[in-house]
């Protein structure tokens, strides 16, 4: 039905291309990001976590330096915390047509509270039958999130991290979407990606 709905309201807004192949390149387009709904997404990885500067793996092990308790404390003053995250998506599409995506729109919870959220711009095509892997650089600032505690919140944060680089408590939410004829198509709703078991 969300799809029906996706693409119905595109013929609607593309009734006024001048020529029959155009339209159909809208439609193709337009199936191909309503086709993101019927994709399965997990999380393969989550790597390179830093915060400040400071590598989360360093923290969680317990090896924090003098030298990052000074740099989270500049950050803390500057009121500025840059936090980067690699994220490896596993996006699977099971149907017989092309799922397609030029930007997503990404949320990071942490025990079901979102921390960031930010705008990824990409060029993915996931082809019939088969699983792409789709990275997402996240960065973005949290000086929110951990101004109030500093490095005690920095230390929970890190912990909440397997060696594996995934954590039962964190969700990564994205809202893909497609640029159609200059304008942004977008999936109707927030899809969790969750790491499979």
Known sequence: MKRKIVIISLIASCVMFASCAELLSVLQQASSVANL????????NISNV??????????????????????????????????????????????????SMTKTLWALDINKTQIAQGTKTMSQTIQPKTTSVVPLGVSTDVYKVFSKDGIESLKTFANSFQKDGTSSKLDLRIKPSVNIAGREIQTPNYITITKKV
């Open 37 to 44: 709904v019927n994709c399965e997404y997990s999380l393969k």
């Open 50 to 99: 830093t915060v400040a500067g400071i590598n989360l793996k360093q923290v969680a092990n317990g090896k924090i330096t003098a030298a990052d308790v000074i740099r989270l404390a500049a950050a803390i003053t500057n009121k500025s915390i840059p936090l980067g995250v690699d994220v490896n998506m596993n996006v699977k599409n099971p149907t017989n047509n092309t799922a």
